[in-house]
């Protein structure tokens, strides 16, 4: 029974908005363009996307969906800035759920870093967690990647340990 209501609360999330982004849900079509690093008619990517994150990102994508279909709402997001339309990202769950618990990844195009984007971003795909009764997020982050730690500070994480080079973090979500 349980199962049976999760997989009905799983709305297909295609496209969300922040004030200064939209994250639009990928498909497999332009996670291939993404991997491939080959934008397609009506891809409108910054000059340094993708980057070689957002091509690690989509091809863990990529796989997961082969293997097991539709990833949304806990699937891949394409980060577009709405100033100009061009894609600077992408942002996702690495996985699907697990006992109220989902893993995220994000990456910014280097020269959309430094303005807050990572942060916006992360708070839209949490509202997307707690909407779909997701209790907690965790994320991680190498140990020299400060940016990336006071992003996941910004974003409401707290660190809850470290190790292999990597700081593990968290946020408990009060879900809808």
Not at 7 to 17: G, I
Not at 36 to 46: F, H, L, N, Q
Request: proline share 3%; aromatic share 6%.
């Amino acid at each position: 029974m349980c199962a049976l209501l999760m997989a009905a609360s799983l709305l297909p999330v295609t496209e969300l908005r922040t004030p200064r982004l939209r994250l639009h849900a990928i498909d497999t079509a332009e996670g291939e363009r993404i991997v491939a690093r080959r934008a397609g008619a009506g891809d409108a990517w910054a000059d340094d996307y993708p980057f070689d994150g957002d091509v690690m990102g989509v091809t863990a994508f990529l796989a997961t969906t082969a293997a097991h279909g539709d990833q949304r709402p806990f699937g891949h997001y394409r980060i577009t800035r709405t100033a100009d339309g061009r894609a600077v990202g992408g942002i996702g769950f690495k996985r699907q759920p697990d006992h109220g618990c989902v893993e995220i990844g994000y990456g910014l195009a280097p020269s959309a870093r430094g303005r807050g984007y990572a942060a916006e971003a992360l708070a839209a795909l949490l509202n997307v967690a707690a909407e779909h009764g997701m209790s907690r997020v965790v994320a991680d982050t190498t140990e020299d990647n400060v940016a990336s730690q006071r992003t996941l500070e910004r974003a409401g994480f707290r660190r809850i340990g470290a190790g292999d080079g990597l700081c593990r973090y968290e946020v408990l979500l009060d879900a809808a």
